[in-house]
């Protein structure tokens, strides 16, 4: 289940989608094309983790998702312009199939967007109670075994931690009363655990990283997982920042664009949503480049990591 099913959602389904059909091959995943290596090298014994690991089949996978906007995944993808018309039209039967679900949404925490595929419930615990609903339906419907959520969604505004987040009890009783530093994420986050399905955070939100999430996913033992995809910008910057720290090379500052755009572009066009990308950027280059150590031995490191968002 994806919350959101924009351009990295529709990317990844087609993507899955055109597998399935053989028109393509599953680059970059470490699950179909990885291997592991067992005993010693010489043995020459490196299966593939998906041969290796008890993981669910590609043709096991059934996408189902929540958006602000109605388009179905086709005319999502369409619009986003990541993936080939050629492509997309050997695989529209099936993308045009899965059509949103209405989504929990408020202009309050994403402010450059607005849509009207949005549930409506008289507090934050009654629209949580709604998802679950979905999560149960499309499980029964689907004679699902297991599910897993992952937010694909938009960054929301920048936010800290509050009394509403300390305990489970503090974080329901703020969903009831409609507390403002409950932002729609970690309702989906509340849902998902308390449904017993495992939550990956794909975007810089806060969502799972508050105590009554963590509390709540180790007390129904569900796993959590991410702070972002990191499969860009950042990516790049954690595989060439340990080099230059490594020889010891002074940086001065980062400078990064954002070529897919697309509604991305235009939610990160708010410096509240920004801010919260921001952060989680520039913790990366802070924590690989240790710049207050790297100052004693006079070498220049800095935090600052300077990122353009272009709109498309």
């Known amino acids: 289940m994806c919350v959101g099913l ?10 899955v989608l055109a597998v399935r059909k053989g028109i393509s091959s599953p680059i970059g995943s470490v699950t179909q094309m990885g291997t592991i290596r067992l005993g010693k090298r010489t043995e020459g014994r490196s299966p593939l983790v998906k041969d290796f690991v008890p993981l669910a089949g590609l043709n096991d996978i059934v996408f189902g998702g929540w958006d602000i906007f109605e388009d179905n995944c086709y005319e999502s993808a369409k619009h986003a312009g990541v993936l080939e018309k050629d492509l997309l039209e050997q695989i529209r039967p099936e993308l045009e199939a899965i059509k949103p679900w209405k989504a929990v949404f408020d202009r309050q925490y994403v402010k450059r967007l607005d849509g009207p595929n949005v549930k409506k419930g008289k507090n934050k615990r009654d629209l949580a109670e709604q998802l679950r609903e979905d999560i149960r339906t499309f499980k029964k419907e689907h004679n699902l075994s ?3 959520m992952i937010w694909c969604g938009s960054t929301e505004i920048f936010l800290t931690e509050t009394p509403a987040h300390q305990s489970i009890e503090a974080f329901e009783k703020g969903m009831e009363e ?15 655990l308390m449904e017993g399905v495992p939550y990956a955070n794909g975007a810089p939100n806060l969502s799972v990283d508050v105590p009554a999430m963590m509390d709540l996913a180790h007390k129904n033992q569900v796993p959590i997982t991410g702070k972002d995809f990191k499969t860009g910008q950042t990516l790049i910057k954690t595989v060439i920042a340990p080099g230059l720290k490594a020889r010891l090379l002074g940086v001065q500052g980062w400078y990064s664009t954002n070529i897919l755009g697309n509604r991305d572009g235009e939610v990160l066009d708010d410096p509240e949503s920004f801010k919260t990308k921001e952060e989680s950027k520039k913790s990366v280059l802070d924590y690989i480049l240790q710049p207050d150590l790297t100052k004693k031995a006079g070498t220049t490191s800095t935090s600052s990591a300077g990122s353009v968002i272009r709109c498309s």
Do not use: Q
């Open 146 to 148: 297991r599910l897993v």
């Open 6 to 15: 924009g351009a990295v959602a529709t990317t990844f389904i087609a993507g």
């Open 178 to 192: 409609n507390d403002p530093s409950i932002p729609s994420s970690m309702i989906y986050t509340y849902a998902a």
